[in-house]
């Protein structure tokens, strides 16, 4: 039985000024699933996520929420299940990691359910409750990494936006976050749609994946096929017509 | 000993000054250089209504904080669209603005003339009277202000208020992805600190009996940035510490046996030289935990 498709960009179309960053893009999230969304420099793969959650100008197409058009404002997206851990972690570092969670739960009214959710997290993340109290400036990259997954999911969201989660990591630490994001998924069936310029590492946890070039999606298929094809190479290497 | 009460009352006032600033530029990272406005605004409206109505200092110091909060929230609407060095060169052009208005506004603060014969306070609480006409008095009255705004300051950087402060602070971007609508914050934090700032001008103004323009150019802006920059952002200590070095040094300089004739200007070198000197080798100040 096919999954419910939670989350779809519709013909989106995202211009800076005189430069198109997407045309026309179409990308479908279903529950439970990872989408990794792949592509060189330039291909627009963070433009997506920005523009869902209005941090880019929207042109054209529309966002669905089930089959719901939903407005790209960040609180309202918020509030349907949807959180986005954006590129280079962007922890606070001048609080604390128990604050940054805290931040991360804005949506949370009642103080109880706050913290439930803040302890429930640091036992998914170990690391983060020995250093509950620590300024999140003195934690390593890797641990800023997890501190960010984490305080993404202080909302307990049904989706999951992730913007480059390996970036600046060494390979070993890569490894473990990409880990810990498919126990979030199994554990807690958290869609992911996840940027990623590890490929390896991307399609080794993705169910299915959109490749971009130049603003438009080129090929889509479940990880395995665009792993066995020669699609990437084709974009990566600039010999797309 | 008059003399050492009139730096405690300038202490206590300066005080409040960085105190309400370290909010705005310290916590939430916004460069503001338009406290004197603020500052005015609160010692104008003492002025005029102690001067030309019946009404007592302390409901002065009331319709002076509503007059320069309702101000701020439109200053601050305009300043919310500007972000880093705009932010504070357009604050800048407000305190300018201010000051013009006190400057040219004669019916009402009779100009460059100032406003002279501001009374002190008189506090009636049930069969009580309590006058403020002596310094000593005044210092207990200002000292007790500087010590309500500082745990005012103090409850809100500690609050989940204040920590939203600081993550705008950091990255306001970032923290717009959770939900957060940071224009409120921000606008919130400004009004504030401005409410705090035109306590600090009434205080000024019954203690000195007369305002006029000067008092409140952008120097007196640079001079309270200073103080927070000296002590440090995000520190309520550092302001008060700022506050007191900025107080004293002056003081201390008077001491140190300049010919005459060139005291006044080689003080104010030896002052700038300190400031240079402490933002090369101390950029955070001496208890900040941000710099600019």
Do not use: C
Not at chain 2, 2 to 29: K, M
Not at chain 2, 77 to 103: C, E, H, K, P, T
Not at chain 2, 255 to 278: E, H, K, N, T
């Amino acid at each position: 039985m096919k999954n419910e498709i939670l989350l779809q960009l519709k013909n989106i179309s995202v211009h800076y000024g005189g430069v198109k960053a997407l045309d026309g893009v179409d990308v479908a999230l279903d529950e439970g699933e990872i989408v990794a969304l792949m592509g060189p420099n330039g291909a627009g793969k963070s433009t997506v996520l920005k523009a869902l959650f209005g941090l880019a100008p929207i042109q054209a197409g529309k966002i669905l929420w089930h089959e719901d058009s939903i407005e790209p404002i960040p609180h309202e997206i918020i509030q349907k299940g949807i959180a986005f851990v954006p590129q280079g972690r962007r922890v606070f570092t001048h609080l604390t990691v128990e604050e940054n969670l805290e931040i991360g739960g804005f949506i949370v009214q009642d103080k109880k359910e706050l913290k439930r959710r803040i302890n429930e997290v640091m036992e998914m993340f170990p690391v983060l409750k020995q250093k509950r109290n620590a300024k999140s400036g003195t934690l390593s990259g890797g641990q800023q990494q997890m501190l960010a997954l984490a305080r993404g999911l202080m909302t307990d969201p049904k989706v999951l936006l992730l913007d480059e989660p390996s970036l600046g990591l060494a390979p070993k630490i890569v490894k473990e976050v990409f880990a810990k994001i498919k126990e979030i998924n199994q554990n807690r069936k958290t869609a992911i749609m996840i940027v990623e310029h590890n490929i390896k590492s991307v399609l080794n946890i993705a169910d299915r994946a959109y490749v971009l070039d130049k603003g438009k999606v080129v090929a889509q298929n479940t990880a395995k096929n665009i792993t066995d094809s020669n699609i990437l190479e084709k974009v990566f290497m600039g010999k797309m017509k | 000993m008059e003399y050492l009460i009139h730096l405690g009352i300038l202490f206590a006032i300066y005080t409040i000054l960085g105190v309400s600033l370290n909010l705005v530029v310290g916590y939430t990272g916004l460069l503001s250089v338009t406290q004197a406005a603020f500052y005015g605004i609160g010692a104008y409206a003492t002025a005029i209504l102690l001067t030309q109505t019946g009404i007592g200092f302390f409901t002065s110091m009331i319709l002076g904080v509503i007059l320069a909060m309702s101000i701020s929230f439109l200053i601050g609407l305009v300043l919310s669209r500007f972000r880093d060095d705009y932010y504070a060169l357009a604050s800048l052009g407000f305190n300018v603005i201010v000051f013009s208005i006190f400057l040219n506004w004669q019916d009402l603060t009779r100009g460059p003339l100032g406003i002279p014969g501001i009374s002190k306070p008189d506090l009636r609480f049930f069969n009580y009277d309590f006058s403020f006409s002596s310094n000593f008095s005044y210092l207990i009255l200002t000292i007790i202000f500087a010590v309500l705004i500082y745990l005012v300051s103090k409850f809100i950087v500690n609050s989940s208020f204040g920590r939203v402060l600081k993550a705008i602070r950091e990255d306001e971007k970032a923290i717009q992805v959770f939900g957060y609508n940071t224009l409120y914050y921000k606008l919130a934090i400004f009004v504030i600190s401005a409410g705090m700032a035109s306590v600090a001008g009434s205080l000024f103004a019954s203690y000195i009996t007369f305002v006029d323009p000067s008092s409140f150019y952008l120097m007196e802006s640079v001079f309270i940035l200073t103080i927070i920059i000296l002590g440090g952002l995000a520190n309520l200590r550092g302001a008060v510490l700022g506050a007191l070095i900025m107080i004293l040094l002056p003081e201390i300089l008077r001491f140190v046996g300049f010919p005459s004739d060139i005291a006044a200007q080689m003080r104010q070198v030896v002052y700038g030289l300190i400031l240079i000197l402490l933002m090369l080798y101390r950029p955070k100040g001496f208890l900040g935990e941000y710099e600019i």
